[in-house]
């Protein structure tokens, strides 16, 4: 009889054994998830040769993208709440329960509130837990103070006094308007037919400006405007850009130079290494798998500057990140590259703090400046003030004002009388 052959079976006899396959396959797959969750856990896709996991499934054993997805994210958010794993196994919660709870199953998710949460999942379909999660979400609303003007500011040159005005009073019970979230910039490329493929993305009003600007400045060159061909051009463009800034790749290279030990690497030495290793990384793991990830690419020095490598091609590969930092981990110590990462982003946090506060003073110099100079204050005094409101965040104007006003205000100097004129004035009085 074939492997998959059961016309001989008789009725009850197939539902017994389908129900008994069912059940071995839900124990199956749960205890499959959790070796996959330690497996992503311990990042074993490194050593195996694969940048990530989701290239190691697709990648090693042929899975789509949406299936390789859908796995990883089961088995993380289970590796987080092991309780997942019996529930799956049991068939009380499905993998797709389990993708629609994981943005509410985080590492920041308190245990009791995961608990909870699992334990009213239990047993139901997706749309039941989507409108289980919508029912525990807030309501996604804000007031509407769209249709109410804003203050107004009144300036009174005569008397230099600066008055808000609000027209209308708050309401004690607003309106209440939906807020939807912007829409995915992440676009897909669905393959049609040999040589052509569908783009279908969302652009936002900046990206659309800029090709509509493209589209007017090429229309001698391409009077037709097609957007597909508007695409193309720029794309091949960037690329040869990209490539000349990360590969040095240009039409003349200049000659090539000693090579240096210092961490910049000769042009003509990144232009043999892609060469050599085919703009991909060149990892290979212990049974002689080849990562040739193109993502995130990055130059990597065989024997480390710090210990003396100089930057020559024989000494220089492609590796990507994930390798990279890997490969770093395995010379310098885990802890070492800790400290390293959480130096970087201690630096991209303080970065961020002063773009925040600059953001923060432009605006306060955009909006107070023109008050300021209407007051009488000449430009430079002008943003002496506003400089001062960089640091009463989520301050009123009225209040802003008042500070940059207390700012710029002249110290009063009493000038005593002279003295001797102060004797004659006793003098007459006595």
């Not at 987080?80 to 920041?108: H, K, M, Y």
């Not at 203050?151 to 609000?166: D, F, G, Q």
């Not at 979230?181 to 936002?204: C, M, N, Q, V």
């Amino acid at each position: 009889m074939s492997l998959y052959s059961f016309g001989s079976l008789q009725d009850h006899e197939l539902a017994a054994e389908v129900d008994a396959h069912l059940k071995s396959n839900r124990r199956d797959t749960a205890i499959v998830l959790a070796k996959l969750g330690e497996f992503d856990a311990r990042r074993m896709y490194e050593t195996a040769g694969y940048n990530s996991m989701r290239s190691y499934c697709v990648e090693k054993y042929g899975m789509d993208e949406d299936e390789a997805h859908r796995v990883i994210r089961v088995a993380r958010t289970a590796y987080l709440f092991p309780t997942i794993f019996p529930a799956l196994a049991d068939g009380r919660l499905t993998q797709t329960a389990v993708v629609t709870l994981s943005p509410q199953l985080t590492s920041e998710t308190a245990p009791e509130t995961a608990a909870e949460l699992l334990t009213a999942a239990m047993n139901k379909t997706k749309i039941q837990i989507q409108r289980l999660l919508a029912d525990r979400a807030a309501p996604a609303a804000v007031p509407n103070v769209f249709g109410s003007a804003p203050s107004a500011i009144t300036v009174r040159p005569e008397s230099k006094r600066v008055i808000l005005e609000s027209p209308v009073a708050p309401s004690p019970t607003p309106n209440l308007v939906e807020v939807k979230e912007p829409p995915s910039l992440r676009g897909r490329i669905t393959p049609l037919s040999h040589g052509y493929s569908e783009l279908s993305a969302t652009l936002d009003d900046e990206a659309t400006a800029a090709l509509e600007d493209a589209r007017a400045l090429l229309g001698h060159s391409l009077p037709s405007g097609s957007i597909p061909l508007l695409i193309k051009r720029a794309l091949l463009l960037l690329a040869r850009e990209l490539r000349r800034k990360k590969f040095a790749q240009v039409d003349k290279p200049r000659a090539p130079k000693h090579a240096l030990t210092g961490p910049r690497i000769p042009a003509h030495v990144r232009r043999a290494v892609v060469e050599r290793d085919g703009e991909t990384c060149a990892f290979v793991s212990a049974d002689g798998h080849r990562c040739d990830s193109r993502e995130r690419v990055e130059f990597d020095h065989i024997e480390p500057l710090a210990r003396g490598g100089e930057s020559t091609a024989e000494n220089v590969r492609l590796h990507c990140r994930t390798h990279n930092q890997y490969r770093a981990k395995q010379l310098f110590g885990a802890g070492f590259m800790q400290e390293k990462v959480t130096e970087a982003q201690q630096r991209a946090e303080q970065q961020r703090a002063e773009k925040a506060r600059a953001a923060e003073l432009a605006a306060a110099e955009s909006e107070l400046i023109p008050v300021l100079i209407r007051l009488g204050y000449n430009k430079p005094l002008a943003r002496r003030g506003a400089s001062v409101c960089a640091f009463m965040p989520g301050a009123s104007l009225e209040a802003r004002v008042r500070a940059a006003l207390r700012e710029l205000a002249l110290p009063v100097v009493r000038i005593p009388a002279p003295t001797g004129h102060s004797e004659s004035a006793r003098a007459g009085a006595s």
